[in-house]
């Protein structure tokens, strides 16, 4: 995996998380719900509660390091990422695991930035330090989301990552 070069990537790949945590997954989520009422809930709430908590996270180091926060969706994201009318349960799961591994992969990027890259960020080395510690819990995180979502398809489908 190259690693991120320049400050402007990380930057755009910080925003665009923070749009995908804190506005698509949500949505995802919640339209997950209105179709699936009351299959598998349980496991929604955790997707959505942890997704809450992720935009918080992104949002902190957005503001840390003086980026603006998104107000539209960010360039390179589509306005709507979700359509599960007419879907089962395992079949919207397998959908919502592509994003969960899409989110996993994205804070992998992050952390594979180069040393100097994070240094222009976040020029405080506690900073810096916190940023890998959250960004390892992120990651953590969506692979545990992604697991949620291969148990709820119940094996319907496999995606490899």
Not at 139 to 161: P, W
Request: glycine letters at 4%; a negative charge; aromatic letters at 8%.
């Amino acid at each position: 995996m190259p690693a991120i070069k320049e400050k402007k990537v990380l930057v755009s790949l910080l925003q665009r998380m923070y749009w995908i945590e804190s506005e698509m997954e949500q949505l995802g989520t919640w339209e997950a719900r209105i179709e699936m009422m009351h299959e598998n809930l349980e496991a929604l709430e955790i997707l959505s509660h942890d997704s809450d908590l992720h935009g918080s996270i992104v949002e902190k180091w957005l503001i840390k390091a003086n980026i603006e926060i998104p107000k539209t969706v960010p360039k390179g994201l589509p306005t709507h990422i979700f359509n599960f009318e007419g879907l089962s349960a395992p079949e919207m799961f397998i959908s919502i695991r592509k994003y969960e591994i899409l989110a996993m992969n994205a804070y992998k990027d992050m952390m594979n930035a180069e040393p100097s890259v994070i240094e222009e960020l976040l020029p405080d080395p506690i900073d810096r330090k916190e940023f890998i510690n959250d960004l390892q819990k992120l990651i953590r995180d969506e692979e545990k989301h992604a697991t949620i979502c291969n148990k709820q398809a119940l094996g319907f489908a496999k995606v490899m990552y």
